[in-house]
């Protein structure tokens, strides 16, 4: 009896002991329970009239309760509502491990769904207001930890909903660390793809009206810094795939390409530039398709108002009174809004200007948010100013070249987004700078000149326009405001010639064949007219073209043409991969054959349009195109000596190629001087050193007398 006894006295002393007996069989053991409830209960009582000081006992009988309160619900069903009772009650006086110790209780039964999480994080943003760093960080991490949890499965949208309109009146709360916390909770949730929905974007948008600083600039941040979004697009082996489907198109419309484009090579070495041309225009349209667009900053994206949120941001930025820091954060804010969201701002533009200044802190940000702002619907009158802007303060010659590269980088940049604004004089005294002598202005004044031939040529000087081709002829140029939009796919004309299968072994017959829907079997009701058509079609089809003569073809056809038969292909079919290839061909050799007038369209007098191609240029504007200044390195001497032997590799001998006719024959008097010793040849040089002005005149004075004496 004594040893069990004893026994019996061990167990109720060793809590974790009996913590593990009661998971496993909580019926044989629920005496020993009553027997630590009752224990509890009294030194609850005790604790509570002194709670500043840490209670040992206390903490283990609270840990115990937490662990076990599933196996005895009745017996503690007011257990959690004591504990948030005494800490609503003792929270700022309580002992810093003590409040600990409630708080790692109650989540405990909160993992235990003994506990409601909105009961819980109401309690949780009240002890915010404790001066408890550790506890902060341990409420912020179990929130989102808590929240994370209850959508793991399925996103409880009620739940979510009730959590989030909580998270606002947080955030609207005077205290400024209950605000603080709820902002980074949501925020956490959202890089972590929780809450990230439109709803929880648009209640982190009244943060940034915050009167805190630390607030507002937290949530400005939030919008201008990096989304995390995966590049595989969600998928593990989706992506290869995708590449290796785009590898697989990029070859078709290469080997179409160099099989297509043979016409007008009158040298070999301009037959190989011009073909190397039109593979790369293929790779870049390639891959222009099949990049992924990717949304930089998908939330600005889920904004209900942006106009609103902008023209406040605005306001607010006029009479701002904080550091510089917090201004660029709102500027950049306020620009991608008006980028992204196309929006109207034109008060911005004069803000700007005011620190388009090379003296300016941190002015490459500057011209950043300038090109941002620059959409195609923003007009040119309120875009002008901002390019003489740029012009006037940074392409001058009073600066140095380093500011002149960056200021027509800057000027490039919002033009490529809108080149309204652009005027053709000041292009045009731009465009003078190509041949400036610093190798930084000279590449960006030429990459200016390259973008206006795609966007507007006529604002060049004729010099610098550039040769005419068949795509830019085809192509209507568009004005501000105008919408091109297209009902074919230009290229598609090609298809309307039958062309051979030129190597069967790596194309399919099908896909070389047609493929028609307009068939006369199913469309019985066909007029004779479009029988017709059909016929004629047949009959120029029966003649097989290579992609080569083919694409000579197409050349010979005007633009009208050219859009008629192609809006017939794609109304009429559908296009297979070979097709597209073959499209694809036919473009890149557009883009390079140059326009003329042949004998079929010269009597038309066709009007010359140049093409205003849409250049894919990104919603935001990296930091680094308006910093890209070319400079070339200096190099030292073995640098040099190493590039100057490597140019003499291969070459033939310098010096005279006649040689001598007898290797063994002597040499000259002037070949042996030059490997005698210097102290030999002193009295011969000094007689060559540069003579004085006195030495000239008496040398020229007894030269004069002597001819004189000798003509007596």
Request: aromatic share 6%; net charge positive; with cysteine.
């Amino acid at each position: 009896m004594d040893v069990s006894q004893e026994n019996n006295n061990k167990l109720i002393s060793n809590l974790p002991q009996l913590q593990n007996l009661i998971k496993r069989d909580p019926v044989s053991y629920a005496e020993e329970f009553e027997r630590q409830h009752s224990v509890y209960a009294a030194t609850l009582v005790i604790f509570e009239q002194n709670p500043t000081v840490f209670n040992n006992q206390l903490h283990e009988l609270l840990m115990f309760m937490a662990q076990v309160a599933q196996c005895y619900p009745k017996e503690l069903d007011k257990f959690p509502q004591e504990l948030m009772t005494l800490l609503k009650r003792h929270a700022s006086v309580l002992h810093p491990e003590m409040r600990m110790s409630l708080v790692k209780a109650l989540v405990l039964l909160r993992n235990k769904n003994l506990l409601s999480p909105t009961d819980l994080h109401i309690l949780f943003f009240q002890l915010l207001r404790c001066q408890d760093k550790n506890l902060r960080k341990f409420l912020q991490q179990h929130m989102v930890t808590d929240i994370k949890n209850l959508n793991s499965k399925s996103k409880n949208m009620k739940l979510n909903k009730e959590l989030q309109n909580f998270m606002y009146e947080m955030l609207k709360a005077k205290h400024a660390v209950a605000a603080k916390t709820s902002l980074n909770v949501m925020l956490e949730l959202y890089n972590k793809k929780i809450w990230n929905d439109a709803k929880t974007v648009n209640i982190i948008t009244t943060a940034c009206f915050h009167k805190v600083t630390k607030i507002m600039v937290a949530a400005i941040k939030f919008f201008v810094g990096k989304d995390d979004e995966d590049d595989d697009g969600g998928g593990g082996g989706d992506g290869d795939n995708s590449g290796s489907d785009s590898d697989e198109d990029e070859q078709a419309a290469l080997k179409a390409a160099v099989m297509a484009y043979k016409v007008n090579k009158k040298t070999k070495k301009r037959k190989q530039k011009k073909m190397q041309k039109v593979k790369n225009i293929v790779k870049k349209n390639q891959k222009n398709k099949t990049t992924k667009v990717n949304m930089d900053f998908s939330a600005l994206h889920l904004i209900h108002d942006p106009q609103d949120m902008a023209e406040r941001l605005y306001r607010k930025l006029e009479n701002m009174n904080e550091r510089f820091e917090v201004k660029l954060l709102t500027m950049n804010l306020i620009s991608r809004l008006i980028g992204i969201h196309k929006l109207y701002l034109p008060n911005f533009y004069p803000l700007l200007q005011r620190y388009l200044y090379p003296h300016q802190r941190e002015v490459t940000k500057v011209m950043v948010f300038a090109a941002q702002a620059a959409h195609d619907e923003v007009p040119p009158d309120d875009l002008e100013p901002v390019v003489r802007c740029l012009a006037n303060n940074f392409v001058t010659e009073r600066y140095s070249s380093e500011v002149m590269a960056m200021g027509l980088n800057a000027i490039r940049e919002l033009c490529a987004r809108n080149p309204h604004g652009m005027p053709d004089d000041l292009l045009q005294d731009l465009a003078q700078y190509k041949t400036h002598k610093d190798k930084g202005v000279s590449m960006a004044a030429r990459s200016l000149i390259v973008l206006f031939r795609d966007k507007n040529p006529m604002l060049l000087s004729r010099k610098d326009r550039g040769a005419p081709t068949e795509l830019k002829a085809e192509e209507k140029q568009q004005m501000f405001g105008e919408i091109n939009a297209k009902s074919f796919i230009p290229g598609a004309e090609i298809l309307s010639f039958k062309i051979e299968n030129e190597e069967s072994d790596d194309s399919d017959s099908e896909g070389e064949g047609w493929i028609d829907v307009d068939h006369p079997e199913i469309y019985m009701d066909g007029s004779d007219d479009d029988e017709g058509k059909e016929n004629e079609k047949k009959e120029n089809s029966e003649k097989a073209l290579t992609t080569k003569e083919a694409v000579k073809e197409v050349m010979k056809l005007t633009a009208e043409e050219r859009a008629e038969r192609a809006e017939d292909i794609v109304s009429s079919r559908f296009l297979t991969d070979q097709d597209f290839a073959k499209i694809a061909a036919v473009q890149a050799a557009k883009y390079v054959e140059k326009f003329s007038l042949n004998k079929k369209n010269k009597n038309s007098k066709r009007k010359l349009d140049i093409i205003e191609e849409k250049q894919e240029a990104g919603e935001l504007v990296p930091l680094k195109n308006i910093e890209m200044i070319y400079k070339k390195r200096k190099h030292d001497k073995d640098a040099r000596m190493g590039t100057v032997l490597a140019g003499r590799e291969g070459r033939e001998k310098y010096g005279q190629k006649k040689g001598k006719m007898n290797p063994h024959a002597s040499t000259t008097n002037r070949q042996k001087n030059k490997g005698k010793n210097f102290m030999m040849m002193k009295h011969k040089v000094k007689g060559k050193q540069k003579k004085s002005f006195r030495e000239k005149q008496l040398k020229l004075r007894n030269s004069l007398l002597k001819q004189r004496k000798f003509k007596i």
